[in-house]
């Protein structure tokens, strides 16, 4: 493996765009050497991250078409991070001058948002490595060496988006590369961090920075309805059970029936046969509250197009309480749903701009 590194180091120094012969050899060191010196130590990377070992994958990439500047090989969780786009990985990236090679523990640096994916902003890229940090601190305090900054030397945004998107990583330097045991050790530490972090994501449903799972939810539903075979591609982590959705909504709908009778409001529930969640009441006055729960920081909720018409026709006398940071206790059986932080919006004016449209419905004519 210190010989594939070597030579990748020696390759990226005479990078081009186009497919040239040494771009090529490049191509075959990425996509198919390394890989394959990987799947050598398949079996003892599956227990270093605790996943399956048919849930072990592999890949190298480097460019289609025009050749990129910066080159990796990545092992990941297929079933959690379905591409490079999204999720968390073990990465090797090569950097533009050929100096270094970072062993990386990264995130997908894009986002699906319903139509194609696009580079996650630098805040949200941040939200998710201060996440990941303390999951991993334990494990990863035991090495001094590890950096939490990583340079690539490159001129394009892809290079910068995996320096933002890096949580921890060894340096290795092009005049000072170990031997392969080494590199094999290094890559089953790196492989028990990333195994921490799956852990860790499958116990919550919410990491700062994410797409709200509601979001997710959405979008993915839209595009498996529309037969898109790029809803294949964009999932990322695991989606709520009817029995998660239901602690989240019975936390929401509470929280926000204790802060209105607070207030003085006599409290109706009646989100079973309208189609907004409380009905208030206080002498002469009429208050229709649309109910909104959510395990993230509650920037975006979806609302249908029923929830949206109606609560025009009741403005100004109504109101959405969204219920955001509820804490989501999976260990349980049901689920159950604590805390959580509600802010009210009333009267509640829905402006064509505040909206995203997820899908649509087309006459086609015949």
Same mark, same amino acid.
């Given at each position: 493996?210190?010989?594939?590194?070597?030579?990748?180091?020696?390759? +990226?120094?005479?990078? +081009?765009?186009?497919?040239?012969?040494?771009? !090529?050899?490049?191509?075959?060191?990425?996509?198919?050497?390394?890989?394959?010196?990987?799947?050598? @130590?398949?079996? &003892?990377?599956?227990? &270093?991250?605790?996943?399956?070992?048919?849930?072990? %994958?592999?890949?190298?990439?480097?460019?289609?078409?025009?050749k990129t500047e910066v080159a990796w090989t990545r092992l990941y969780s297929q079933s959690r991070s379905a591409s490079a786009t999204t999720g968390w990985y073990i990465v090797y990236l090569f950097s533009a001058s050929g100096e270094q090679v970072y062993l990386s523990l990264n995130q997908g640096t894009t986002q699906w948002t319903g139509g194609d994916f696009k580079p996650r902003k630098p805040a949200e890229l941040q939200s998710r490595v201060d996440w990941a940090r303390p999951v991993i601190s334990h494990q990863a305090g035991k090495r001094p060496d590890l950096l939490t900054n990583i340079h690539l030397d490159g001129r394009t945004s892809l290079g910068k988006g995996y320096?933002?998107?890096?949580?921890?990583?060894?340096e290795y330097q092009r005049h000072a590369l170990p031997g392969p045991d080494v590199l094999r050790e290094d890559l089953l530490f790196m492989a028990t961090l990333l195994g921490q972090l799956y852990k860790a994501s499958d116990a919550t449903p919410y990491i700062p920075g994410d797409v709200p799972v509601e979001i997710r939810e959405a979008t993915q539903s839209a595009a498996t309805t529309a037969n898109r075979r790029s809803a294949r591609r964009a999932g990322q982590g695991f989606l709520l059970t009817a029995a998660e959705r239901n /602690?989240?909504?019975?936390?929401?709908?509470?929280?926000?029936?204790?802060?209105f009778e607070a207030?003085?409001?006599?409290? !109706?529930?009646?989100?079973?046969? !309208?189609?907004?969640?409380?009905?208030?009441?206080?002498?002469?006055?009429?208050?229709?509250?649309?109910?909104? %729960?959510?395990?993230?920081? %509650?920037? +975006?909720v979806i609302l249908t197009r029923a929830e949206v018409e109606r609560?025009?026709?009741? /403005?100004? @006398?109504? /109101?959405?309480?969204?219920? @955001?940071?509820?804490?989501?206790?999976?260990?349980? +059986?049901?689920?159950? /749903?604590?805390?959580?932080?509600?802010?009210?919006?009333s009267p509640w004016v829905i402006e064509d701009d505040s909206l995203t449209v997820i899908s649509y419905i087309h006459q086609t004519g015949l």
């Open positions: 493996m210190d010989e594939l590194l070597s030579e990748v180091l020696d390759l +990226q120094r005479v990078w +081009q765009a186009q497919n040239t012969d040494p771009m !090529k050899r490049r191509g075959v060191v990425i996509r198919t050497e390394m890989p394959n010196w990987l799947r050598e @130590h398949r079996d &003892a990377l599956a227990v &270093a991250m605790n996943v399956p070992i048919n849930d072990v %994958g592999i890949e190298g990439r480097d460019g289609t078409g025009l320096e933002q998107g890096n949580v921890i990583a060894i /602690a989240i909504e019975k936390r929401s709908v509470l929280l926000a029936t204790e802060h207030q003085g409001w006599s409290v !109706k529930d009646v989100g079973a046969t !309208k189609s907004y969640d409380l009905l208030l009441s206080r002498g002469d006055e009429r208050l229709h509250v649309e109910v909104k %729960g959510t395990t993230s920081e %509650g920037t +975006q609560q025009r026709e009741l /403005a100004p @006398h109504n /109101a959405l309480a969204v219920v @955001h940071s509820i804490q989501l206790d999976r260990t349980t +059986q049901p689920p159950t /749903a604590s805390g959580g932080t509600l802010h009210c919006t």
